[in-house]
């Protein structure tokens, strides 16, 4: 049981990198020329939602479920893991 969920982890992973790699190709270049605010642009590894085409969005949507995923599954393996079940 263990491993399965294990392996749901890492494919789950897996995916939002694939998600994470496909957003670097949906910036929409009008709207980063509408910014005002440069500073929006330097922060974290993803790009902003604001800058984001409608293909963007979805990769975006996609993977926060990804990572979502992958949190819930962990924490319930640990719990299984610390209470001998499964």
């Known amino acids: 049981m263990r ?9 789950v992973s897996l995916y939002g990198m694939y ?3 496909k ?3 949906h910036i929409s270049r009008e709207k980063v020329m509408s910014l005002k605010d440069l500073k929006v ?3 974290g590894g993803l790009p902003p939602k ?11 949507r ?5 990572v979502g995923l992958a949190v819930v599954t962990t924490l319930a393996l640990l719990v299984l893991g610390i209470t001998g079940e499964g």
């Not at 491993?3 to 494919?11: E, S």
């Not at 996609?62 to 990804?66: D, I, P, S, T, Y």
């Open 3 to 11: 491993i399965i969920g294990i392996g749901i982890v890492v494919l």
């Open 19 to 21: 998600c994470q790699v």
């Open 23 to 25: 957003l670097r190709d």
């Open 41 to 43: 642009l330097a922060r």
């Open 50 to 60: 604001e800058i984001l085409d409608d293909e963007g969005l979805k990769y975006h």
């Open 62 to 66: 996609r993977f926060l479920f990804a």
